[in-house]
């Protein structure tokens, strides 16, 4: 079902809105692969996934990378399966397939059409067990994924000082590690190390397989028991405590030099993982983020770009972090603009909040972009899976997707100016500048 919305403000208690609890079933096998079912009749496609609830916090300084360097290996042949089989068989059919890798999860996932799930299925649960580690597998696969860091990184200024950032405050632990690893942990990870990281993670009882779209429910049970249901979990499969670098967070200064047509200011600040915070505090700061910078109605917009004292803003924030995080304003100044001055003008914006509250409509007007753009995001069979796969792995609830429009509708204004004091202006802050060179 598509929602259609209108252009007048939508009132949170007042937005019809798709329950997720109305059209998903879960439950979970005998070795522990939890399964979610979405069912979503709109076409005859289906979306496939697996998530593996191991990625970059997961690791350690000496292996660092290995996550993503593992999942780059699960397209390489199994007992089974020749290199890239899976792949060349998706694309017969029409289909499309990926995986990604970050700070809490690997993921993969085909779309193909509904009558091509169960070969998914048999391909997937074949990888989760039969892989083979060889040596120039790895060769060839470590060095593309050292062209990635050099590529989405190492030329990348953005992606530079947002590095240095997460190491220097947070250390080579938990969100701190780069989750493309680093060059020298790259060429040091072995086929062993691969294997040993394959065997504790990649289980059943630390994955969870989710398929959204259009299928039946009593095939799709039996066929998910016959591919994965005799899987069996190693029998040395309790996680050991990673030896993280100790470290004390550092909120010097960072300045640099990279090649960029102009200046770039950075404030980054730590939060707390969303399970530590209240959900209240974590959703005001949500909405804080979002009056500030929230496309062409917000603060930063009116009051910053168009009064021409910043090219442009931005804010980096995870709401549901699984582990301690970093959240970051910033912006390019224009002409003529010290660094100084757009830093200025950013942390007005939110003393002002503190100060004064918020203006008439405006606690309304956010809410309703932020609830008519989560509807919108859900239209998508794939958002759908993505977005519950994303809290699922991360040891969340997908019932939060089912709640957000009543927890953001529960927000108020004082909320609001706690969130800017607390987060903001009480909060230790760290400057990073990037200079053209």
């Given at each position: 079902?598509?929602?259609?919305?209108?252009?007048?403000?939508?009132?949170?208690?007042?937005?019809?809105?798709?329950?997720?609890?109305?059209?998903?079933?879960?439950?979970?096998?005998?070795?522990?692969?939890?399964?979610?079912?979405?069912?979503?009749?709109?076409?005859?496609?289906?979306?496939?996934?697996?998530?593996?609830?191991?990625?970059?916090?997961?690791?350690?300084?000496?292996?660092?990378?290995?996550?993503?360097?593992?999942?780059?290996?699960?397209?390489?042949?199994?007992?089974?399966?020749?290199?890239?089989?899976?792949?060349?068989?998706?694309?017969?059919?029409?289909?499309?397939?990926?995986?990604?890798?970050?700070?809490d999860f690997t993921g993969y996932y085909q779309k193909v059409n509904s009558k091509y799930l169960s070969m998914c299925l048999k391909?997937?649960?074949?990888?989760?067990?039969?892989?083979?580690?060889?040596?120039?597998?790895?060769?060839?696969?470590?060095?593309?994924?050292?062209?990635?860091?050099?590529?989405?990184?190492?030329?990348?200024?953005?992606?530079?000082?947002?590095?240095?950032?997460?190491?220097?405050?947070?250390?080579?632990?938990?969100?701190?590690?780069?989750?493309?690893?680093?060059?020298?942990?790259?060429?040091?990870?072995?086929?062993?190390?691969?294997?040993?990281?394959?065997?504790?993670?990649?289980?059943?009882?630390?994955?969870?397989?989710?398929?959204?779209?259009?299928?039946?429910?009593?095939?799709?049970?039996?066929?998910?028991?016959?591919?994965?249901?005799?899987?069996?979990?190693?029998?040395?499969?309790?996680?050991?405590?990673?030896?993280?670098?100790?470290?004390?967070?550092?909120?010097?200064?960072?300045?640099?030099?990279?090649?960029?047509?102009?200046?770039?200011?950075?404030?980054?600040?730590?939060?707390?993982?969303?399970?530590?915070?209240?959900?209240?505090?974590?959703?005001?700061?949500?909405?804080?983020?979002?009056?500030?910078?929230?496309?062409?109605?917000?603060?930063?917009?009116?009051?910053?770009?168009?009064?021409?004292?910043?090219?442009?803003?931005?804010?980096?924030?995870?709401?549901?972090?699984?582990?301690?995080?970093?959240?970051?304003?910033?912006?390019?100044?224009?002409?003529?603009?010290?660094?100084?001055?757009?830093?200025?003008?950013?942390?007005?914006?939110?003393?002002?909040?503190?100060?004064?509250?918020?203006?008439?409509?405006?606690?309304?007007?956010?809410?309703?972009?932020?609830?008519?753009?989560?509807?919108?995001?859900?239209?998508?069979?794939?958002?759908?899976?993505?977005?519950?796969?994303?809290?699922?792995?991360?040891?969340?609830?997908?019932?939060?997707?089912?709640?957000?429009?009543?927890?953001?509708?529960?927000?108020?204004?004082?909320?609001?100016?706690?969130?800017?004091?607390?987060?903001?202006?009480?909060?230790?802050?760290?400057?990073?500048?990037?200079?053209?060179?």
């Open positions: 079902m598509i929602l259609m919305l209108s252009a007048l403000p939508i009132q949170a208690s007042d937005t019809p809105v798709i329950k997720f609890e109305d059209r998903i079933e879960e439950y979970n096998l005998k070795n522990g692969l939890k399964v979610i079912l979405i069912e979503d009749r709109r076409s005859s496609n289906v979306v496939s996934s697996i998530w593996y609830k191991v990625g970059s916090s997961y690791e350690k300084d000496g292996i660092t990378g290995i996550s993503h360097l593992l999942e780059h290996m699960m397209f390489k042949a199994t007992s089974t399966t020749k290199n890239g089989e899976f792949s060349e068989e998706i694309k017969k059919v029409g289909g499309t397939e990926n995986a990604f890798t970050s700070r391909y997937e649960s074949d990888r989760m067990t039969n892989l083979i580690f060889k040596d120039t597998d790895l060769k060839s696969e470590r060095e593309v994924v050292k062209e990635e860091r050099r590529l989405r990184t190492e030329d990348r200024p953005i992606s530079v000082i947002f590095e240095k950032i997460n190491l220097q405050i947070l250390g080579m632990q938990k969100y701190g590690i780069p989750i493309i690893g680093t060059m020298n942990d790259l060429e040091k990870i072995s086929t062993q190390d691969l294997e040993l990281w394959y065997k504790k993670y990649y289980r059943p009882s630390n994955a969870i397989l989710i398929i959204a779209g259009n299928f039946n429910e009593k095939t799709i049970r039996n066929e998910i028991d016959a591919f994965f249901g005799e899987i069996q979990n190693p029998q040395n499969n309790t996680r050991e405590k990673n030896n993280f670098l100790k470290s004390t967070p550092s909120f010097k200064d960072i300045s640099i030099k990279e090649k960029l047509p102009n200046p770039l200011l950075v404030i980054s600040y730590i939060k707390p993982n969303f399970e530590s915070s209240s959900k209240k505090d974590a959703y005001a700061l949500d909405i804080l983020l979002e009056i500030m910078d929230g496309g062409f109605s917000s603060r930063f917009t009116h009051n910053i770009i168009d009064k021409k004292i910043a090219l442009n803003t931005f804010i980096s924030h995870d709401l549901y972090s699984k582990e301690q995080s970093i959240f970051s304003i910033g912006g390019t100044p224009r002409k003529n603009v010290l660094l100084d001055d757009i830093q200025k003008s950013l942390i007005s914006e939110f003393k002002l909040i503190a100060m004064n509250g918020l203006d008439n409509q405006e606690l309304n007007d956010t809410k309703s972009r932020i609830i008519a753009r989560n509807i919108f995001k859900f239209d998508s069979v794939f958002n759908q899976v993505m977005a519950i796969g994303g809290l699922e792995a991360k040891g969340l609830s997908w019932r939060l997707l089912d709640q957000y429009v009543d927890d953001i509708d529960k927000i108020n204004e004082s909320d609001i100016k706690m969130a800017a004091k607390r987060f903001i202006l009480d909060n230790k802050a760290q400057i990073s500048t990037i200079y053209p060179q």
